[in-house]
């Protein structure tokens, strides 16, 4: 076997890897889940943007009602009041929300299903993927769940998820179930892609690996979730004390949110491949004792025709066997004279530069793309429309940081003869050079495995990078639980592959390709499906990962059985360090030429509107910086402001019912009733250190809050201030910019998360 034929070998195993992860083919059958019939669904709900508030979310909720009924469910409207669950600064999220419960009951239950979806869109987007494809997802399973199941089966259609996750909050906080809950939550984040089961609570990842039919999971990327501000409604139960599984597709991210996350541009194989999942595992869960402890199972990962699982306590002891085994290497390769100690650790440590090269690279590239094309500076998820020249651009350069790196190891510790050494007739031993390492004996083992010459200069990186791997491994394991696995398998199966390889001399190769095989399974895929979240984020994670896969890859171009192949090697070599970066770039240039923006892939444009109808002065705002003015016309929201046409607007209107002073502290009662029709009012205080009731929730100290979905008789809040005389602006959002005279949107622009607000200042003085 040459080393093209394993190169190419491990390249196959990973296109097999990603195909087995792609979505499903849509189906239209009339039994299990069709794609097909839920996109009907889709396309009802996405008819247009209903964020919560809006008349238009009002139909989709009465359509939902209406399809839930008549599959025979006990069908009622969760009315409540929901607050964002997370403390954060600024004015807190507060609304009025109507979920959607829909609960079929068990035979004999243990506890209760639930499988929730937010029915509400972001201002602006049709959401078919945030959230249509959800909601549709548990229309459909609701159609075919088995009959006289076990346990209670829960559909749970939240509201005001956008706002920040209020009906789950809502829900959660005034529903307290007895015995087990378990929650499959389903998501997206763009319109296409593999279905990721990317977060769960409690020991379910059993249910999930053995239950659903295109797994798609891994505890790293969960772990990593734990630690991030990124949140669903999921995060809501879990701090309820649920169990359950976060699932959801993010590719297409350049679509989230946007006027064309629409019925067209969903992925109908990603609607299918989440509605398979949601069937069979709510099946499994629902037929089976709640009560019952799981196998708690915390480490688990997705391969070619399943999902490995193993118990947390494993992760550890796996880490720490890879390290011992990729020891055990270097000190082999030492007695054989092949690496030397210092090297190799000094080869980790420039492995170790080389991969947060690698990283910087990848968060670099986004940036680099903003200033060669201004526009992108406003695509919200940081991925363009066509992002895959791009995304061949970051890998090639990362082989090119890789290729360089590996060179200035060669020249740092290659020793420089000032003559060349003597010809060496055939099977016989080069006298060593002073301080440099013995060349193995053509023929034997040693040179059999890994050559002599350019090759032999390869194995010192190859080991340095192993040690790195697994010194990854043995921290992801001690800081980072669940996260591990996709350093430490890689390790522990290349050390195995290249020890064997050591003994076989004919087989070596072999040996090399099989030991790498978890290498290219895990973080191949890893490299390539992070991508999917888009170029800003993703290249972060993809480039390092690749970055180490190449690394890995060292041992197979060290191999040189004979040593004519040596004298090819050097020479290709520096063209291939030549043709890379020119090729990066070449690939750059072509994504700049690919992905134009047109009537089909519009330029995303953010901006927001605010009047003061009391001075009659109105500002544009755009992300990106602050203005002076920002804050009297934006709030706590940093904006750059322009001048801006006066519109004619109203700001809600703020009524005193009770002003009470006592000992240095003031208690205002107001009412904050809106202008008219509005999806949210709300209002600040100037004064540090209020204490803000709503609605009947506490909302503790705060600087104000945003309430959504306001009924129309208006919002009594109680606001506990220090005494004397109280500033408060009081303002209305609402989602229409065609009311702005003189608003027009640029050519092939379209607008993202469309926002007007109206607003005033008061200085309420105490009552005498």
Same mark, same amino acid.
């Given at each position: 076997?040459?080393?093209?034929?394993?190169?190419?070998?491990?390249?196959?195993?990973?296109?097999?890897?990603?195909?087995?992860?792609?979505?499903?083919?849509?189906?239209?059958?009339?039994?299990?889940?069709?794609?097909?019939?839920?996109?009907?669904?889709?396309?009802?709900?996405?008819?247009?943007?209903?964020?919560?508030?809006?008349?238009?979310?009002?139909?989709?909720?009465?359509?939902?009602?209406?399809?839930?009924?008549?599959?025979?469910?006990?069908?009622?409207?969760?009315?409540?009041?929901?607050?964002?669950?997370?403390?954060?600064?600024?004015?807190?999220?507060?609304?009025?929300?109507?979920?959607?419960?829909?609960?079929?009951?068990?035979?004999?239950?243990?506890?209760?299903?639930?499988?929730?979806?937010?029915?509400?869109?972001?201002?602006?987007?049709?959401?078919?993927?945030?959230?249509?494809?959800?909601?549709?997802?548990?229309?459909?399973?609701?159609?075919?769940?088995?009959?006289?199941?076990?346990?209670?089966?829960?559909?749970?259609?939240?509201?005001?998820?956008?706002?920040?996750?209020?009906?789950?909050?809502?829900?959660?906080?005034?529903?307290?179930?007895?015995?087990?809950?378990?929650?499959?939550?389903?998501?997206?984040?763009?319109?296409?892609?593999?279905?990721?089961?990317?977060?769960?609570?409690?020991?379910?990842?059993?249910?999930?690996?053995?239950?659903?039919?295109?797994?798609?999971?891994?505890?790293?990327?969960?772990?990593?979730?734990?630690?991030?501000?990124?949140?669903?409604?999921?995060?809501?139960?879990?701090?309820?004390?649920?169990?359950?599984?976060?699932?959801?597709?993010? $590719?297409?991210?350049?679509?989230?949110?946007?006027?064309?996350?629409?019925?067209?541009?969903?992925?109908?194989?990603?609607?299918?491949?989440?509605?398979?999942?949601?069937?069979?595992?709510?099946?499994?869960?629902?037929?089976?004792?709640?009560?019952?402890?799981?196998?708690?199972?915390?480490?688990?990962?997705?391969?070619?025709?399943?999902?490995?699982?193993?118990?947390?306590?494993?992760?550890?002891?796996?880490?720490?066997?890879?390290?011992?085994?990729?020891?055990?290497?270097?000190?082999?390769?030492?007695?054989?004279?092949?690496?030397?100690?210092?090297?190799?650790?000094?080869?980790?440590?420039?492995?170790?530069?080389?991969?947060?090269?690698?990283?910087?690279?990848?968060?670099?590239?986004?940036?680099?793309?903003?200033?060669?094309?201004?526009?992108? $500076?406003?695509?919200?998820?940081?991925?363009?429309?066509?992002?895959?020249?791009?995304?061949?651009?970051?890998?090639?350069?990362?082989?090119?940081?890789?290729?360089?790196?590996?060179?200035?190891?060669?020249?740092?510790?290659?020793?420089?003869?000032?003559?060349?050494?003597?010809?060496?007739?055939?099977?016989?031993?080069?006298?060593?050079?002073?301080?440099?390492?013995?060349?193995?004996?053509?023929?034997?083992?040693?040179?059999?495995?890994?050559?002599?010459?350019?090759?032999?200069?390869?194995?010192?990186?190859?080991?340095?990078?192993?040690?790195?791997?697994?010194?990854?491994?043995?921290?992801?394991?001690?800081?980072?639980?669940?996260?591990?696995?996709?350093?430490?398998?890689?390790?522990?199966?290349?050390?195995?592959?290249?020890?064997?390889?050591?003994?076989?001399?004919?087989?070596?190769?072999?040996?090399?390709?099989?030991?790498?095989?978890?290498?290219?399974?895990?973080?191949?895929?890893?490299?390539?499906?992070?991508?999917?979240?888009?170029?800003?984020?993703? $290249?972060?994670?993809?480039?390092?990962?690749?970055?180490?896969?190449?690394?890995?890859?060292?041992?197979?171009?060290?191999?040189?059985?004979?040593?004519?192949?040596?004298?090819?090697?050097?020479?290709?070599?520096?063209?291939?360090?030549?043709?890379?970066?020119?090729?990066?770039?070449?690939?750059?240039?072509?994504?700049?030429?690919?992905?134009?923006?047109?009537?089909?892939?519009?330029?995303?444009?953010?901006?927001?509107?605010?009047?003061?109808?009391?001075?009659?002065?109105?500002?544009?705002?755009?992300?990106?910086?602050?203005?002076?003015?920002?804050?009297?016309?934006?709030?706590?929201?940093?904006?750059?402001?322009?001048?801006?046409?006066?519109?004619?607007?109203?700001?809600?209107?703020?009524?005193?019912?009770?002003?009470?002073?006592?000992?240095?502290?003031?208690?205002?009662?107001?009412?904050?009733?809106?202008?008219?029709?509005?999806?949210?009012?709300?209002?600040?205080?100037?004064?540090?250190?209020?204490?803000?009731?709503?609605?009947?929730?506490?909302?503790?100290?705060?600087?104000?809050?945003?309430?959504?979905?306001?009924?129309?008789?208006?919002?009594?809040?109680?606001?506990?201030?220090?005494?004397?005389?109280?500033?408060?602006?009081?303002?209305?959002?609402?989602?229409?910019?065609?009311?702005?005279?003189?608003?027009?949107?640029?050519?092939?622009?379209?607008?993202?998360?469309?926002?007007?607000?109206?607003?005033?200042?008061?200085?309420?003085?105490?009552?005498?």
């Amino acid at each position: 076997m040459s080393r093209f034929i394993s190169l190419f070998v491990l390249a196959a195993l990973l296109a097999v890897t990603l195909v087995d992860l792609a979505p499903p083919a849509p189906r239209s059958s009339t039994t299990g889940f069709s794609a097909t019939r839920a996109l009907g669904d889709v396309k009802e709900i996405a008819k247009a943007p209903h964020p919560t508030g809006s008349p238009e979310n009002d139909r989709v909720r009465e359509h939902l009602v209406r399809r839930l009924t008549a599959l025979s469910l006990d069908t009622r409207v969760h009315e409540s009041v929901g607050v964002f669950p997370i403390k954060h600064d600024g004015l807190a999220s507060v609304g009025r929300v109507r979920n959607i419960v829909a609960t079929r009951p068990g035979t004999a239950s243990t506890g209760r299903v639930i499988l929730a979806a937010h029915y509400d869109s972001a201002p602006g987007a049709p959401g078919a993927g945030d959230d249509g494809a959800g909601i549709a997802t548990l229309l459909e399973v609701a159609r075919t769940l088995p009959q006289n199941l076990r346990n209670d089966v829960i559909f749970l259609l939240t509201d005001a998820e956008e706002p920040g996750l209020l009906g789950a909050e809502a829900f959660a906080r005034d529903n307290r179930f007895d015995g087990p809950v378990v929650v499959l939550n389903h998501e997206a984040r763009g319109v296409r892609g593999t279905v990721q089961m990317f977060r769960s609570a409690g020991p379910l990842a059993e249910v999930y690996g053995s239950a659903a039919p295109h797994p798609s999971a891994d505890s790293a990327f969960a772990s990593l979730m734990a630690v991030m501000p990124n949140n669903t409604d999921f995060h809501v139960f879990d701090q309820a004390g649920w169990t359950g599984l976060d699932s959801a597709f993010i $590719g297409g991210g350049a679509y989230y949110h946007t006027p064309l996350d629409d019925p067209a541009h969903l992925d109908p194989g990603s609607l299918q491949q989440m509605g398979d999942n949601a069937l069979a595992v709510a099946t499994a869960l629902a037929g089976r004792d709640l009560r019952a402890p799981g196998s708690g199972a915390s480490v688990f990962f997705t391969v070619p025709g399943g999902m490995i699982r193993y118990p947390g306590w494993l992760e550890i002891p796996v880490a720490a066997l890879a390290l011992a085994l990729v020891a055990g290497l270097i000190v082999l390769l030492r007695r054989r004279g092949q690496v030397t100690l210092p090297r190799t650790l000094g080869a980790a440590g420039l492995s170790l530069v080389t991969v947060v090269l690698a990283g910087a690279w990848g968060y670099a590239l986004w940036p680099l793309l903003k200033v060669l094309r201004p526009d992108y $500076g406003a695509m919200f998820t940081g991925d363009p429309y066509r992002p895959w020249w791009y995304q061949a651009a970051l890998l090639v350069f990362v082989a090119a940081i890789v290729l360089v790196c590996v060179v200035l190891f060669r020249r740092l510790t290659t020793p420089r003869l000032a003559t060349p050494p003597p010809a060496t007739p055939a099977r016989s031993v080069t006298p060593p050079v002073p301080g440099s390492v013995t060349p193995p004996v053509p023929g034997s083992p040693v040179s059999s495995s890994h050559g002599g010459g350019d090759e032999r200069s390869l194995t010192g990186p190859a080991a340095g990078a192993l040690l790195l791997v697994a010194l990854l491994g043995l921290l992801s394991a001690l800081l980072l639980p669940g996260g591990s696995h996709g350093f430490a398998w890689p390790a522990l199966f290349a050390a195995l592959g290249w020890m064997v390889s050591l003994f076989l001399p004919r087989g070596g190769l072999v040996a090399l390709t099989l030991g790498l095989v978890p290498a290219a399974v895990m973080l191949g895929s890893t490299a390539l499906t992070s991508l999917d979240i888009g170029l800003r984020i993703g $290249g972060v994670i993809s480039a390092p990962h690749f970055a180490l896969l190449l690394l890995l890859l060292l041992p197979i171009l060290a191999f040189a059985p004979r040593r004519r192949t040596v004298m090819a090697f050097a020479p290709r070599r520096r063209t291939v360090l030549a043709v890379l970066p020119v090729a990066a770039v070449a690939l750059i240039a072509a994504g700049l030429v690919a992905d134009r923006f047109d009537t089909a892939h519009p330029r995303q444009d953010a901006v927001a509107y605010a009047v003061d109808t009391a001075a009659k002065e109105a500002r544009w705002g755009r992300f990106g910086g602050v203005s002076a003015d920002s804050a009297r016309f934006f709030g706590d929201v940093d904006m750059v402001t322009s001048p801006a046409p006066v519109a004619p607007l109203r700001a809600p209107e703020l009524t005193v019912l009770k002003d009470v002073t006592s000992g240095g502290t003031r208690t205002l009662t107001v009412r904050l009733t809106p202008a008219g029709p509005a999806p949210a009012v709300g209002l600040g205080v100037g004064k540090p250190g209020a204490k803000i009731t709503v609605a009947g929730r506490d909302l503790g100290e705060r600087s104000g809050f945003t309430f959504h979905a306001p009924p129309a008789g208006g919002v009594e809040a109680t606001l506990v201030v220090p005494a004397g005389e109280t500033q408060i602006r009081i303002f209305q959002h609402a989602y229409d910019m065609s009311v702005i005279p003189g608003y027009r949107l640029p050519a092939e622009t379209m607008q993202m998360r469309p926002l007007t607000t109206a607003f005033l200042t008061k200085i309420v003085a105490p009552a005498r």
